[in-house]
Structures are given as C-alpha cells and as structure tokens.
C-alpha cells in the first residue's frame, strides 16, 4: 500500500495519516463500516461510519488508477514507446483523466487521416511546419509530392501535414487538461425542444429554450435534460466561447508570424472543430453526468435512510387494507409479530349493501383479533377508505394512512412468495402494508431500496454506484437500530455486519430448528458463522429476555468481561448497572483504560447501559389528512393543510396532502429565512402544514409553501423572475461572483 495514497486521503478528509492507515488495515482484514466505526473508536481515532466509508471508497479508487497505469506501462512496453521521460509522467499522474491523457498519443487505434498522412511519408514535413522556421514551405511541401504514394500536389502534402500536427495537438496532454478546464469553467448546456414535439415534450417545457454554466448546473436539471434527450424530444448540446479556446491554442503552439506558422494555425483551428471539440463535449458530458449522478444518488441516499428509520409502530396487533374500488379492498389481520392470521375482501364502495356488509365485518374483525392499530394503503381508493373507516368510529383503534411505495413489487417477489407460497399478490401487499406501520425497517429492506418511492431519476443514474451507495444505506440503518436475533427474517440479518445472505440463511435455519437463540454465543454454534463473523456480527444483535442482560444492549460480547469487573469494583451485579442511575455515574472510567479501550468505548458502554437495546428511531405519531380533500381538483388557492414529507430533492421537498399526487415546496418556501439544503428543514416522513400556492390539473402539479408569513408571489413567478434577473441579464461572471458572495452571507 503506498504511503502516498494514505497521505493523499488524509488530506482530502483533514484527518491524520495514522487514521487512514489503520483503517484500511482493518478493512483489509475483513471489518465492515458500521463494526469499524462502532467498535474500533480507539485505533480509528474515533472515525464515523461516513468516513470510514470515504476512506473505503478512496482507496478503491486510488487502486484502480495503480492497475491502469500498471497496464499502460505495460502496454506501452510492448510497443516500445516507453521512455524514463514518459514513466516519470505517467507515476505523477494522479488520476485516470491524466493517465489516458498522457497515453492517447500512443495508444493503438483505427486508421485516422493522421495515421493515413504518416503512410504517406508526410510526418517529417508535419515536424518541420511545427518548428516554424521554414523560409520556403511550398518548396519543402513540393519534395514530398509524390504520386506512388498518393500525394499529388503541394497542398495535398499540406493537408496531410496538417492532419497529423491536427492530432498531435489533439492528443497532446497539457493542452487537453487545458482544454478540459476550459469547457468545465466557460461552457454551457443548450437545450432546445425536437421540432414538431412541443406537445409530446410538454413536461420539458421549461428547457424548451434553455442555457446554463455547466459549472453551476445542478443534478436534477442535468439529469431531466440528458432524460429529455434520451427519449428524443430534446436536443442538448454543449457550447463553449470556440474563439477563446482556439486562441489559448494559438499562443501555445504558434511561435513565429511566417508561412509556417500559418499552417500551424489552420491545423489548430481544425485540431479544435474536428477533433478536441467533440472529445471534450464527450468528456465533460461525462464529467457532469457522473457529477450529478453521485448528487442524485446522495439525495437519493439520504431519503432512503430517513424513510427506513422512520418511527415504527411496534409491535402492536395490526388490521391492514389494501384498498380498491371496483375489485375491493383486500383486508389481513396481523398478530404482534406480523404473523398473518386471517384475510378477506370488502367492498366499502360499490353500494350502499355493500358498504354495510363491509362495515359489520371490520368492526367483527377489530373486535374478533382485538385489533390495536388499522394500516390503509395511500394509493388509488386509499383517502376514501379512510373516511369510511373513520366513520366506523372503533374506539381506542390508532387509524394510519401508510406509504404504499413498492409494495406491489414486494408481493411479486421471490420473497414474498417462499413467506407466503398459499396466498395471491393482492394479499401479501396487504400483509406488507401492516408491517411497514410496524416496522419500517424490517419490512422495506425486502424489496429493492430503488423501489421505496423516495428517488427521482433513479433509472437515469448509474446503477452499479446507486446499488452500492443504498446498500451502505441500508447496512448501515439495519446496524443502527439492532435487529432482534430470534424474530428477524433472512433478509433483515443478511444486512447485518459480517452476515450476508447466505449466513442470515443458516442462522434462520438453525433457529427454526433448535427453537430461539438464549445467548448471543449460540451463534457460534451456526453451521459455517466462524469467530471472524461472530465478531462482526453480534453486536448488532439483540436477544430480549436472555440470561446475560447484555445481550439485549449494544454493548459488544468482547467487552463483557470488562462491565463483569466494573460491577464487582462497584459490588454489585451487571443488572443492576442497567438500572441503577447513581451507581453508573460512580463508575470511575479511566480507571479501565488499557491500550486496547479508551474513553471513547468506555462512554459508550456506559451510554448503552443506561439505555441498553433502546431504539434510536423517534417515537411514532399519529396523522390524518384534511377531510373532504381527496383530490387535486379539490384544492384551492390559499388552503392551509397536513401532509407528510415522502421525497427531499436539492431543490425543494415533496409532500402528500392525500390527493393522490404530491405537491412541491420550492427551496424558496420551506421558510422564512433563506436556506441551502431542504434537510436543514425537513426530513422524509415528517409532519408538516403547508399552504397550497398554486394548483396546475392540466400538468397535476401542486406548489406549496411552509412559510408562515404570506408569499408575496408562487413559485412559479418567483423562479421566472430569478431566472430572467441572473440568467439572462446578468453576465456569468458577475452572477457567479453575486451567488458567491450570496453563500458566504448565508453560511
């Protein structure tokens, strides 16, 4: 492992070299994020699980950028191109843009007008215009003319001469790094509708005639434009000042004022329009791509981890409806610990019969299974079945409307079909319904974290990153809850550190077999779970009500001898550690520091056995929707109404009002004061009120305010305004310099 690498990461995250290093040798090793950041406080210097991760993910990078140029050198070995020069060149570089930069020259491809000017025989001719000190260039080109070879004239020499220098300045690496700086600084997108479908792109309305500094573009846009284009109905183009990189060009390469140097000069010109023009377009296509993607996928993140902590409901014995209006709502009753006990269908909106039948037999099922909370799916019928459940009136029965997002994937799925092999899809997305009020977290790690409704462009992002990135997301909520050894399903252990699939399979197995786990060294016991995964694993596991009260808390096994000794010192037992307040606080902890435990783990042992297995989510309350409101038609102007927060974006937060369709609080009116990012305001699954700006059933889109005093003007008129005062108006530099000085105030 290169010392360099770890100097490198420690200064891109201002932690010490020291930090890095043992880090990556406890990743190596086979530790995970979430153990690493919990349980290795003292050698990582206290890293948290976002670091860690940042160091996970530098190093893998910094590796990757190793092997490349591991197989250039090796490449450029075979070819005999490789110089002490060129190997010094290639060591320094420090990314992979550079590295292919610095190979590009010698890297094998298809025949250009370059390579069939060099089989010409005209390089030589190339090489002495570059040197601009020819007093005779026709002369010198008319020796070159020969038609054996295909050059009949001196300007056909020419030509030929200026391809190949046309390349060279193409592929030369300081000019594309450059140039590369260049586009990125002073380019922008152009967006512009296809011709004769302004109809069909209506919801691109707004980049039908559009412009923007790539450097400032924000992910969301970015995406929606390159998603336009996809489907064809817009056509995006980048554009840069072409004189001004044309003339950086010029003073690089041209050194004299003579005939030569006007050769030079055109190949520059050509360089650019032909060549380094559209590869830089490709480049920072892809620079800004990749840019918004890992935005969006951070957005994207983010949302996934407020709704999979969201407060559950716990274990509570649960009446489920999947609503619908002409095929019924499907309805399941839930035990405690989400076991489905009966199921049936009901018909509250086809006739008055009907909706009587419906209403003896809910109130039979509520009385029948002493049922404590009723769960109604928000999708289509759902808003109108909660009014008829209201009216029912059952005392002392919580009633929730619960996000349905994904749960018809659920119940198509592999797993909901080995849980529930004798029951229909309509049934197990009822079931699922249920445990999501339960339990959030155990239920939704299911089904694909893609499908939770909380992201925008997922399907236009790069897949292989935003897997990885959710998975860390939901690996790392599972661990920071716990996850409870004895009624967890497969699917909840296997994003338990140190478990995977196949060991959450054996455990699951195991259980069902010798009945539930006592202690948490039982796990031991688990076919193919060796010390290295126990070691990882277990202290994310609860067992409620196990002989060692530990193994409740999140307190790790490997420091049980150490809180064994701290309540003999204090002469008492480890229960009583867990419930006494005064006999915690007399505990002397430095007096237990070692070279291997710290005040960090110490704290945090003391901080777990005050509260020990405590669920850190945030307690659950109860919601209702405005009644009479069900959908967009209607609202009006003015309205003041509940909703829940179900997506945050860079520019705004979505929020049901229960009308079916989600409305928007712009950035600008999420309050009153002015803010960068939503999460300073609100969070996935929040109650909020707001008030209702402006209503479009044409395009069914809401805009919404949380701000307490009056807006002056909506959303809409609010965001046209800005754009024409900076975007059109203001030169790029003076807005750029405005918008900085802007964030600096603010910050």
């Known amino acids: 492992m290169s010392v360099t690498h770890e100097q490198r990461i420690a200064q ?20 995970t994020v979430p153990f690493i950041s919990r349980y290795r406080k003292e050698l990582t210097g206290s890293l948290d699980e976002v670091q860690v991760a940042a160091i996970r993910d530098s190093i893998a990078k910094l590796r990757d950028v190793d092997k490349r140029r ?23 570089a420090e990314s992979m843009a550079i590295l292919e930069d610095i190979y590009l020259p010698y890297k094998p491809k298809r025949k250009t007008r370059a390579s069939v000017a060099r089989e010409k025989g005209l390089e030589p001719l190339a090489e002495a215009l570059l040197q601009q000190n020819l007093s005779d260039v026709a002369g010198l080109a008319a020796s070159y003319v020969m038609a054996d070879k295909g050059v009949n004239t001196v300007e056909e020499a020419l030509s030929g001469a200026r391809d190949i220098l046309a390349e060279f300045f193409a592929e030369h690496a300081e000019t594309r790094t450059q140039m590369r700086n260049f586009f990125m600084e002073k380019g922008s997108f152009v967006a512009k509708v296809v011709p004769g479908k302004e109809t069909e792109a209506g919801k691109y309305k707004d980049y039908f005639d559009w412009r923007e500094p790539l450097k400032t573009a924000p992910s969301h846009r970015i995406l929606a434009m390159r998603r336009g284009e996809k489907e064809q109905l817009l056509f995006l183009d980048v554009e840069v000042p072409e004189e001004e990189a044309i003339t950086y060009m010029h003073d690089r390469f041209v050194k004299a004022a003579n005939e030569a140097s006007k050769q030079v000069a055109l190949a520059i010109q050509d360089s650019f329009k032909r060549l380094l023009k559209p590869s830089m377009e490709t480049e920072v296509r892809l620079i800004t791509r990749k840019r918004a993607d890992e935005e969006a996928i951070r957005v994207f993140a983010e949302n ?9 409901l716990g274990s509570k014995r649960i009446l489920a409806i999947d609503p619908g209006f002409r095929t019924g709502c499907k309805v399941v009753c839930l035990d405690e610990q989400g076991k489905l006990l009966v199921n049936t269908t009901v018909y509250p909106h086809n006739g ?11 109130k039979t099922l509520v009385t029948q299974y002493r049922i404590e909370a009723i769960a109604i799916g928000n999708g289509t019928a759902g808003r109108e079945t909660e009014d008829f459940v209201r009216k029912l009136d059952l005392a002392n029965v919580v009633l929730v409307m619960v996000n349905e997002s994904g749960a018809s994937i659920y119940s198509a799925s592999e797993v909901a079909r080995e849980e529930f092999p004798d029951y229909d899809i309509t049934v197990r997305g009822a ?23 909380v992201g925008q462009y997922q399907h236009d992002v790069d897949q292989h990153q935003l897997q990885e990135s959710l998975a860390d997301t939901v690996i790392s909520c599972v661990n920071a809850v716990g996850v409870e050894l004895n009624t967890a399903s497969k699917q909840l252990l296997s994003y338990v550190s140190g478990l995977g699939p196949a060991l959450a399979q054996s455990i699951v197995a195991y259980r069902d077999q010798h009945g539930a786990f006592k202690r948490r060294s039982d796990l031991k016991k688990v076919p193919r779970l060796g010390e290295k995964a126990f070691e990882q694993a277990a202290g994310f596991l609860r067992i409620r009500g196990a002989e060692n009260p530990l193994d409740a808390s999140a307190v790790h096994p490997e420091r049980y001898p150490l809180v064994e000794t701290m309540a003999k010192d204090m002469g008492c037992q480890v229960t009583h550690l867990l419930t006494d307040e005064q006999l915690r606080k007399n505990i002397p902890l430095t007096q237990y520091i070692t070279d291997e435990v710290g005040l960090p783990t110490l704290n945090d042992i003391l901080s777990e056995l005050s509260k020990p297995g405590l669920d850190p989510r945030e307690k659950f309350e109860t919601f209702s929707f405005t009644d009479g409101v069900h959908t967009v038609n209607d609202l009006k102007v003015g309205m003041k109404l509940p909703g829940i927060v179900t997506n945050i974006t860079n520019f705004g937060a979505f929020v049901d009002i229960g009308v079916h369709q989600d409305g928007l609080v712009h950035l600008s009116q999420l309050a009153n004061r002015f803010i960068k990012d939503p999460n300073e305001v609100v969070k996935v699954h929040q109650q909020v009120e707001v008030t209702v700006l402006e209503v479009d059933a044409q395009r069914n889109r809401i805009s919404l305010s949380m701000r307490t005093e009056k807006p002056a003007v909506s959303t809409k008129t609010q965001d046209k305004k800005v754009r024409n005062k900076q975007d059109r108006k203001m030169p790029e530099t003076d807005m750029a310099t405005k918008l900085a000085a802007l964030r600096s105030k603010f910050s």
């Open 431 to 453: 079931v699922s319904i249920g445990r999501r009020l339960m339990d959030p977290l155990a239920e939704l790690v299911k089904i694909d974290p893609k499908s939770i409704g």
């Open 352 to 362: 008055a019969y009907k909706a009587e039948e419906a209403a003896h037999e809910l």
């Open 304 to 312: 996934a981890r407020q709704l999979l902590l969201a407060a559950p």
């Open 70 to 92: 591991e197989a250039i050198i090796k490449s450029l070995t075979e070819l005999g191109k490789l110089s002490p020069e060129l190997e010094e060149k290639l060591a320094a």
């Open 12 to 31: 891109e995250l201002s932690i010490h070299e020291r930090q890095v290093r043992t880090t990556i040798q406890l990743l190596e090793e086979g530790a």
